[in-house]
Protein backbone atom coordinates (compact mmCIF):
# COMPACT_ATOMS: atom_id res chain seq x y z
CA UNK A 1 0.00 0.00 0.00
CA UNK A 2 1.44 3.48 -0.83
CA UNK A 3 0.95 6.51 1.62
CA UNK A 4 -0.41 9.91 0.53
CA UNK A 5 -0.03 12.45 2.95
CA UNK A 6 -3.01 14.14 3.74
CA UNK A 7 -3.65 18.44 4.66
CA UNK A 8 -1.19 18.86 7.47
CA UNK A 9 -1.97 17.28 11.22
CA UNK A 10 -4.05 14.67 9.29
CA UNK A 11 -3.03 11.33 9.45
CA UNK A 12 -1.63 10.30 6.06
CA UNK A 13 -4.12 8.78 3.57
CA UNK A 14 -3.82 4.91 2.66
CA UNK A 15 -3.72 4.68 -1.76
CA UNK A 16 -4.71 1.32 -2.80
CA UNK A 17 -2.12 -0.38 -5.23
CA UNK A 18 -3.81 -2.84 -7.89
CA UNK A 19 -2.17 -5.72 -8.38
CA UNK A 20 -2.16 -7.07 -12.20
CA UNK A 21 -0.78 -10.41 -12.94
CA UNK A 22 0.57 -10.73 -16.13
CA UNK A 23 1.92 -14.15 -18.26
CA UNK A 24 4.48 -14.43 -20.54
CA UNK A 25 4.54 -17.28 -23.05
CA UNK A 26 5.73 -18.41 -26.44
CA UNK A 27 8.16 -20.64 -27.88
CA UNK A 28 11.98 -20.54 -26.58
CA UNK A 29 14.31 -17.81 -28.26
CA UNK A 30 11.56 -15.37 -28.75
CA UNK A 31 12.68 -12.85 -26.33
CA UNK A 32 10.42 -12.94 -23.10
CA UNK A 33 13.13 -12.85 -20.71
CA UNK A 34 14.57 -10.15 -23.10
CA UNK A 35 11.29 -8.27 -22.69
CA UNK A 36 10.77 -8.67 -19.16
CA UNK A 37 14.34 -7.57 -18.50
CA UNK A 38 14.08 -4.30 -20.39
CA UNK A 39 10.72 -3.36 -19.03
CA UNK A 40 12.29 -3.28 -15.34
CA UNK A 41 14.73 -1.13 -17.17
CA UNK A 42 17.78 -3.93 -17.06
CA UNK A 43 20.06 -4.02 -19.69
CA UNK A 44 19.78 -6.18 -22.76
CA UNK A 45 21.80 -9.57 -22.52
CA UNK A 46 25.09 -10.51 -24.82
CA UNK A 47 24.01 -13.84 -24.68
CA UNK A 48 21.28 -16.21 -24.63
CA UNK A 49 20.15 -18.27 -21.93
CA UNK A 50 17.17 -20.28 -21.32
CA UNK A 51 14.63 -19.64 -19.12
CA UNK A 52 14.01 -22.95 -16.65
CA UNK A 53 10.69 -22.71 -15.40
CA UNK A 54 8.92 -19.26 -14.31
CA UNK A 55 10.38 -16.13 -12.69
CA UNK A 56 8.46 -13.55 -11.89
CA UNK A 57 9.11 -9.70 -11.75
CA UNK A 58 6.89 -6.90 -10.25
CA UNK A 59 6.80 -3.38 -11.27
CA UNK A 60 4.51 -0.67 -9.97
CA UNK A 61 3.25 1.87 -12.29
CA UNK A 62 0.31 4.45 -13.23
CA UNK A 63 -2.41 3.65 -14.82
CA UNK A 64 -4.09 6.47 -17.23
CA UNK A 65 -6.40 7.53 -14.28
CA UNK A 66 -3.82 8.12 -12.22
CA UNK A 67 -4.27 5.00 -10.11
CA UNK A 68 -1.37 3.25 -8.90
CA UNK A 69 -0.45 -0.54 -9.88
CA UNK A 70 1.39 -3.31 -9.52
CA UNK A 71 1.94 -5.56 -12.65
CA UNK A 72 3.68 -9.26 -11.45
CA UNK A 73 4.72 -10.33 -14.74
CA UNK A 74 5.38 -14.15 -14.63
CA UNK A 75 8.20 -15.03 -17.59
CA UNK A 76 7.89 -18.93 -18.59
CA UNK A 77 10.28 -21.29 -20.25
CA UNK A 78 9.21 -21.68 -23.72
CA UNK A 79 10.90 -25.12 -24.70
CA UNK A 80 8.98 -27.43 -25.71
CA UNK A 81 9.45 -29.81 -22.80
CA UNK A 82 8.07 -27.37 -20.65
CA UNK A 83 5.26 -26.22 -22.95
CA UNK A 84 2.78 -27.83 -20.25
CA UNK A 85 4.28 -26.38 -16.81
CA UNK A 86 4.39 -23.04 -18.08
CA UNK A 87 0.58 -22.59 -18.87
CA UNK A 88 -0.02 -23.87 -15.28
CA UNK A 89 0.96 -20.07 -14.31
CA UNK A 90 -2.49 -19.43 -15.44
CA UNK A 91 -5.63 -19.73 -13.74
CA UNK A 92 -9.08 -18.78 -14.17
CA UNK A 93 -8.81 -15.43 -11.92
CA UNK A 94 -6.10 -14.14 -14.19
CA UNK A 95 -6.29 -11.47 -16.02
CA UNK A 96 -3.99 -11.03 -18.57
CA UNK A 97 -1.42 -12.66 -21.25
CA UNK A 98 1.25 -11.49 -23.47
CA UNK A 99 1.99 -14.00 -25.92
CA UNK A 100 5.06 -13.82 -27.61
CA UNK A 101 6.97 -14.61 -30.97
CA UNK A 102 9.97 -13.33 -32.79
CA UNK A 103 9.10 -12.27 -36.67
CA UNK A 104 12.52 -13.53 -37.32
CA UNK A 105 11.33 -17.30 -36.51
CA UNK A 106 8.20 -18.86 -38.40
CA UNK A 107 7.59 -21.83 -36.67
CA UNK A 108 7.48 -19.40 -33.46
CA UNK A 109 4.79 -17.84 -35.43
CA UNK A 110 3.11 -20.72 -36.31
CA UNK A 111 3.09 -22.48 -32.98
CA UNK A 112 0.65 -19.02 -32.10
CA UNK A 113 -2.29 -20.86 -32.83
CA UNK A 114 -1.34 -23.82 -30.61
CA UNK A 115 -0.61 -21.29 -27.85
CA UNK A 116 -4.08 -19.32 -28.16
CA UNK A 117 -5.86 -22.93 -27.68
CA UNK A 118 -3.75 -23.73 -24.72
CA UNK A 119 -4.45 -20.35 -22.53
CA UNK A 120 -8.18 -20.22 -23.89
CA UNK A 121 -8.68 -24.25 -21.96
CA UNK A 122 -7.23 -22.41 -19.24
CA UNK A 123 -8.95 -19.34 -18.69
CA UNK A 124 -11.05 -18.19 -21.56
CA UNK A 125 -11.76 -14.86 -20.64
CA UNK A 126 -7.86 -14.07 -19.99
CA UNK A 127 -7.24 -10.58 -22.25
CA UNK A 128 -4.51 -11.97 -24.59
CA UNK A 129 -2.24 -9.26 -26.15
CA UNK A 130 0.29 -10.53 -29.18
CA UNK A 131 4.20 -8.93 -28.90
CA UNK A 132 5.87 -9.43 -32.28
CA UNK A 133 10.00 -9.22 -31.38
CA UNK A 134 12.94 -7.97 -32.82
CA UNK A 135 11.46 -5.92 -34.94
CA UNK A 136 14.63 -3.79 -35.47
CA UNK A 137 16.50 -6.73 -37.54
CA UNK A 138 15.75 -5.76 -41.37
CA UNK A 139 12.31 -6.58 -42.23
CA UNK A 140 14.08 -8.45 -45.83
CA UNK A 141 15.28 -10.81 -42.81
CA UNK A 142 11.80 -11.16 -41.42
CA UNK A 143 10.07 -14.84 -41.71
CA UNK A 144 6.72 -13.58 -41.06
CA UNK A 145 4.94 -10.57 -43.32
CA UNK A 146 3.33 -7.56 -41.60
CA UNK A 147 0.30 -7.61 -43.43
CA UNK A 148 0.05 -11.75 -42.06
CA UNK A 149 0.96 -10.36 -38.35
CA UNK A 150 -1.86 -7.60 -38.89
CA UNK A 151 -4.39 -9.98 -40.16
CA UNK A 152 -3.54 -13.24 -37.28
CA UNK A 153 -3.98 -10.71 -34.77
CA UNK A 154 -7.56 -9.00 -36.19
CA UNK A 155 -8.68 -12.59 -36.95
CA UNK A 156 -8.36 -13.33 -33.29
CA UNK A 157 -9.00 -10.43 -31.66
CA UNK A 158 -5.63 -9.90 -30.35
CA UNK A 159 -4.46 -6.54 -29.40
CA UNK A 160 -0.91 -6.55 -31.29
CA UNK A 161 2.65 -4.70 -30.48
CA UNK A 162 5.99 -4.96 -32.62
CA UNK A 163 8.41 -4.46 -30.39
CA UNK A 164 12.49 -5.27 -30.06
CA UNK A 165 13.74 -6.01 -26.33
CA UNK A 166 17.12 -4.87 -27.85
CA UNK A 167 16.33 -1.63 -28.80
CA UNK A 168 13.05 -1.30 -26.12
CA UNK A 169 11.02 0.01 -28.81
CA UNK A 170 7.01 -0.35 -28.04
CA UNK A 171 7.79 -2.72 -24.48
CA UNK A 172 6.34 -0.07 -22.08
CA UNK A 173 3.25 1.12 -24.80
CA UNK A 174 2.25 -2.43 -24.63
CA UNK A 175 2.58 -3.27 -20.91
CA UNK A 176 0.94 0.11 -20.37
CA UNK A 177 -1.75 -0.49 -22.74
CA UNK A 178 -2.62 -3.98 -21.68
CA UNK A 179 -2.68 -2.76 -17.87
CA UNK A 180 -5.21 -0.27 -18.53
CA UNK A 181 -7.29 -2.54 -20.54
CA UNK A 182 -7.47 -5.19 -17.64
CA UNK A 183 -8.07 -2.19 -14.88
CA UNK A 184 -11.26 -0.82 -17.03
CA UNK A 185 -12.35 -4.55 -17.58
CA UNK A 186 -12.37 -5.42 -13.38
CA UNK A 187 -14.21 -1.99 -13.59
CA UNK A 188 -16.78 -3.11 -15.56
CA UNK A 189 -17.72 -6.08 -13.03
Not at 61 to 79: F, H, P, R, S, V
Not at 86 to 115: A, Q
Request: glycine share 6%.
Amino acid sequence: MGLKLAKKNRKPEVTKIIPIKIVLLGDAEVGKTAICNKFIDMDYPDFYLASIGTDKIEKRCYLNNGEKTKLIIWDTAGQERFHSSSLKVINPRDKGCVLVFDVTNRKSFDNLERWLTDIKEKNENIIIFLFGNKIDIDKEKWAVKEEEIEEFAKRKGLQYYGVSAKHNMNINYGFDDLANKIHDKLKQK
